[in-house]
């Protein structure tokens, strides 16, 4: 179900939210930047139940006891509790970026050396007026090389770096990336532990791991519950009872490791189907020999989970 404001929204061209220009060097090429994604989450208008009526916020003042226009309101930092310094447009401005309007290239790297979790946002990059020759080029010379640009860039009044990657068809992507002072320590987790692994359980795991192993496809995925949710919408409009839901499958706690690994395996394998072969012999399942750890003695077929093997930890 789409209501005809998104059905208009679905259809209009990709708008530029950003002009400015990559610097690569000497070289300076004119770039348009778009959104590369958007939210597909549905949103809920917060009703007064007896009459059905959309709830309004108002910006109102507790000390002066009224509301407040939007040319009333100013930026104010907290320096100490209670105590604000406030902050005009002028001063934003006056902040001397280099990066303002410009993606500033600082260097090429392989992006495995990225970890994703600096990744914030992507963005696709179009070349502006003048710009195509430029642009192709820095895309050809990037994947020639095989690298990523790593660059700093101001969107908004908010500086990020940003890693600039071949996309696909032509088209160089922007992924804005955090400050590594914005990655939180992992030293606060506490329950991390390095607990001994029995060679049984290690080849289980990497069995349910290859029994899962297939190429990447996007489209294999849907968002189960949006859709789930907009079903039950479309029921209420319509008038229909609600359905009723089964009880929730019990999520035990598992008491042998080494059936819960051979639960999933063959789980897995059922899955795809009795028409497509498993991708490789499973270990640990009916019929099946036994697996090998690199630089760990193989399993005789006739020893038990709980049993041990010279030269095995």
């Given at each position: ?11 209009d061209a990709l708008r530029a939210m950003w002009k400015g220009?990559?610097?690569?060097g000497l070289v300076t090429i004119p770039v348009k930047l ?150 939180r320590s992992v030293a606060g987790l506490t329950g991390i ?121």
């Amino acid at each position: 179900m789409r209501s005809a404001y998104a059905t208009k929204r679905g259809v209009d061209a990709l708008r530029a939210m950003w002009k400015g220009t990559i610097s690569f060097g000497l070289v300076t090429i004119p770039v348009k930047l778009y959104a590369a994604t958007e939210s597909k989450a549905l949103r809920f208008n917060l009703l007064h139940e007896p009459c059905q009526t959309p709830i309004q916020y108002r910006k109102y003042c507790p000390s002066c006891e009224r509301e407040v226009e939007s040319g009333e309101i100013v930026k104010g930092y907290e320096f100490d509790r209670g105590r604000y310094v406030t902050l005009e447009e002028d001063d934003f401005e006056s902040i001397p970026l280099a990066a303002r309007r410009t993606l500033e290239i600082v260097a090429f790297v392989h992006l495995s050396e990225i970890d994703p979790v600096y990744f914030d946002k992507t963005y696709y990059l179009e070349p502006g007026e003048g710009g195509a020759k430029a642009y192709a080029l820095l895309r050809h010379a990037m994947e020639l090389t095989g690298r990523v640009a790593v660059a700093r860039v101001v969107i908004r009044s908010k500086e990020s770096l940003a890693a600039l990657r071949v996309f696909r068809n032509g088209v160089l992507a922007m992924e804005t990336m955090h400050f590594p002072d914005e990655v939180r320590s992992v030293a606060g987790l506490t329950g991390i532990a390095q607990p001994e692994l029995r060679p049984q359980e290690i080849e289980m795991a990497t069995g349910l791991i290859e029994s899962l192993t297939m190429p990447f496809t996007p489209e294999r995925f849907e968002n189960e519950y949006r859709k789930a949710l907009l079903e039950r919408i479309e029921a209420k409009i319509a008038g229909a009872p609600p359905e009723e839901l089964g009880p929730a499958p019990e999520q035990g706690r598992v008491v042998d490791l080494m059936e819960a690994l051979r639960a999933s395996i063959q789980a897995a394998e059922g899955r795809r189907g009795a028409d497509e072969p498993p991708r490789r012999t499973i270990p640990g399942l009916p019929g099946a020999p036994p697996a090998s750890v690199p630089g760990v003695p193989p399993v005789p077929a006739d020893v038990g989970p709980d049993e041990t093997v010279p030269g095995r930890p």
